[in-house]
């Protein structure tokens, strides 16, 4: 107990720091950026682009082709809602900090024993689009029940694992990769593969029942632009070439360019931490998670989201903590700050960021 308490006010100390600066770089957003009306939030602009689809779901029940978006993070949304009488909108952004906190001490005592746990946490924070945690967005809640997840299974908690994994795998569809390090781990165990699938067959029950297509997640991918694909796989060279071709053809003052540029250095710095992560011989499950989860967006033919599936590979900064020369820190978290003040700045006024 002793131990634990200084080590939660480390993580608080540390979210509060992130929370006050991503206030400061909301009170600057007006200078960056003129205001775009393009599916703004209506009470925050933390409720931007998916938080507007998110809160829709939770006040209205599915509408057309938000079936993209799964359910639990709605679910949570609604019932704290009728608890607290608060405007959805504010209910969905409470529970994403409330999540993330959460799940910020989970990694944290994943990360035990770990001597750069306090680094891959500051990495963390610091990644550029570290701001959707206090967005109206799933990430928050994927990342505590997987951050649950994998430290209930280093633990040997195999009900408990089983069960975060599947509501993580109710949350975001990459939740179901998580049942990759628990296989690994629980290699006689196949029940726990059975629960853990539970909320992903949960939902895509739901859709066979009420739109006829239990993969309507996927199918209605198209819908949503930037080129991708919802009726077949896209392999990853044609990604390369599409995005070759936007470096090639569109401006380099453009928005679509300089996302572009973010998408693609994401997927490269999430291809170097494997790599590395490899070469370092972390856990081989939690290698094949992260790699699954960094390739799942490109079969629809983009690289569109994919600042925000790195943070669903989240071990994988771990790498960065390793990081020997304090100096190639500083300079890293500096690149990343800056990323980061143009990408919140840029999402709060109303642009697609990620």
């Not at 999540?99 to 005592?109: D, K, V």
């Not at 967005?135 to 299974?153: K, M, N, R």
Request: charged residues 10%; contains cysteine; glycine residues 6%.
């Amino acid at each position: 107990m002793k131990k634990q308490f200084p080590d939660a006010l480390a993580i608080v100390g540390l979210f509060v720091l992130w929370r006050v600066i991503l206030f400061g770089i909301e009170r600057i957003a007006p200078a960056f950026w003129p205001l775009r009306d393009n599916f703004l939030g209506q009470l925050s602009p933390w409720a931007n682009f998916d938080g507007a689809h998110y809160t829709s779901i939770a006040k209205d029940g599915y509408g057309v082709y938000q079936t993209a978006f799964f359910p639990l993070y709605p679910i949570l949304i609604r019932i704290f809602t009728s608890i607290t009488k608060l405007p959805f909108e504010y209910a969905a952004i409470l529970i994403s900090h409330a999540a993330f906190l959460i799940g910020l001490f989970l990694f944290w005592q994943y990360l035990e024993k770990t001597r750069s746990r306090a680094w891959t946490i500051v990495f963390l924070l610091f990644y550029p689009a570290s701001f959707f945690f206090a967005a109206a967005y799933s990430e928050s809640v994927f990342f505590a029940l997987a951050a649950g997840a994998l430290l209930a299974i280093k633990r040997k908690y195999w009900i408990l694992a089983a069960c975060f994994i599947g509501l993580a795998s109710a949350t975001r569809l990459v939740g179901v990769f998580l049942i990759i390090p628990l296989v690994f781990a629980a290699r006689r165990r196949s029940w726990t593969v059975v629960v853990a699938l539970t909320g992903l067959f949960a939902y895509m029950m739901y859709l066979w029942k009420t739109v006829g297509d239990p993969l309507a997640f996927f199918h209605v991918q198209s819908a949503f632009g930037a080129g991708r694909s919802g009726s077949e796989l896209i392999f990853l060279p044609q990604v390369v070439w599409r995005y070759a071709r936007i470096f090639t053809t569109v401006p380099a003052g453009e928005l679509l360019y300089h996302v572009a540029v973010l998408e693609v250095s994401s997927f490269i710095l999430g291809m170097v931490l494997l790599l590395v992560a490899w070469r370092k011989r972390y856990d081989p499950a939690l290698l094949l998670y992260s790699a699954c989860v960094l390739a799942l967006p490109t079969l629809t033919g983009t690289f569109s989201s994919m600042p925000r599936y790195l943070l669903a590979a989240f071990p994988l900064f771990g790498v960065l903590g390793e990081i020997k020369s304090t100096g190639g820190k500083i300079v890293l978290l500096i690149v990343f700050f800056a990323i980061l003040i143009y990408a919140t700045t840029g999402f709060l006024r109303g642009y697609f960021i990620s």
